[in-house]
């Protein structure tokens, strides 16, 4: 079992950065694929972005250009850094693992899930 914990989250301005940290305990982190997601109020869930065992990466259209995912596997860390945010981005932020051999964006396919980090941005 992988446990994932998530930390950064914060109230900030739009136009304001932030970075999200996810700290992941396991054997075999470096073989996860990780990933990001994101779920206002009264919305789904939805995939923020995601990076592989590879490193091969993923973003959603809305994050595109804004926001940088990363993976320190000696740190077993990953990272999202999160820039020009706007009210939009306000959301409950979860870290994912999977043990998938590529980036996925489908919530029902990660296997573990940290408890969340909310991030709130002002207009």
């Known amino acids: 079992q992988v446990q994932l914990v998530e930390s950064g989250g914060g109230l900030v301005q739009a136009g304001d950065s932030l970075r999200l940290s996810c700290a992941a305990s396991?054997?075999?982190?470096?073989?996860?694929?990780m990933g990001w997601f994101r779920q206002a109020p009264g919305k789904e869930r939805e995939f923020v972005a995601g990076i592989g065992w590879d490193f091969s990466i993923n973003y959603a259209d809305s994050v595109k250009g804004r926001f940088t995912i990363s993976r320190d596997n000696a740190k077993n860390t990953v990272y999202l850094q999160m820039n020009s945010l706007n009210a939009e981005d306000t959301a409950v932020y979860y870290c994912a693992a999977t043990r998938g051999m590529v980036v996925l964006s489908i919530p029902q396919r990660y296997d573990y899930w940290g408890q969340g980090t909310q991030v709130t941005v002002s207009s």
């Open positions: 396991g054997r075999t982190f470096s073989s996860y694929t």
